[in-house]
């Protein structure tokens, strides 16, 4: 254990003096102590505070300054300080107990509208989640600490989150314009206090309620593999599709494909979910997308939750 020795020196305010220490005593880092509350972190400083004569406490990384009350001299009390110093520091006690700061996470979130006038969309400046995950229920929420938190919001009806947006949507009663910077704000805080946004084993999997969406059997269907027609549509879908709902705060999943009346069947999540131009963006957009890059295969494209 390294011995200490202090040094007294004077500074130019006649109040002040410097108890200089050939060791250093803190990380590079200065702290000021005004009284003995705000001394809390520094056991050093409260026992300091004990001398009545002590106004402030000035502790750098290898000095400590003590300005007093005029109600002495520093010729009469300096040794007996310094020896005070001296001693703490030589029996290994702490002079700052370091109080471990969780560091901030940057985070931008900016907010912006769909077509869907229920949802807002929340955009951040970094990968939120690797995958696709909607939450109708807080019970759904069980695995995502951010879209439970959000669930506490009487107005929020459901979540959806996917790579570096959430998309929520809101009850009727409610209206945006009242809403939009406490959510934004809340989520904000929620992340730069890094705080987690989807449990980490969930992150490299979609959630289970994407597949339950759909009204239909899908244990057996996800079991089945996909013909190669299944697997252009999908590949459309994914190539030219969803970028394009996304920057709406949506998402579309393929559900299945039926041969014989040529339907394709889709789920909509996010805003797109009840979004009154959904059937728009179904009928001008995808089916016609699909039927012009698979002549006679596509009939017609529907919305297994529209």
Known sequence: MSQFNIAISKTTNQNIVKFSADSFLTRATSYEFKNIDEAKSSPLAQQLFYLPFVKTVYISQNFIAIEKYNIVEWKDVQEEVANSIEEYLNEGKPVITEMVVPKKVPITIYAESTPNPTVMKFIANKTLAKGV?????????????????????????????????????????????????????????????????????????????????????????????????????????????????AMDGGHILFDSFNEDTKTVKVILQGACSGCPSSTITLKNGIETMLKQMLKGQIDSVVAVNG
């Open 133 to 245: 995950f909607e939450f109708k229920f807080i019970e759904d929420a069980v695995n995502s600490p951010l879209a439970k938190a959000l669930f506490n919001f009487p107005f929020v009806k459901e979540v959806f989150i996917s790579s570096n947006y959430i998309s929520i949507m809101k009850y009727d009663w409610a209206e945006w314009e009242e809403l939009t910077m406490e959510i934004r704000e809340f989520i904000h805080k929620f992340i730069e206090d890094g705080k987690s946004v989807m449990n980490e084993e969930l992150t490299d999997k979609t959630t289970a309620s994407e597949t339950i969406t759909s009204t239909e059997n899908t244990s057996e269907k996800t079991q089945k593999p996909h013909t190669a027609l299944e697997k252009e549509i999908i590949s459309i879908l994914d190539e030219y599709v969803k970028p394009a709902v």
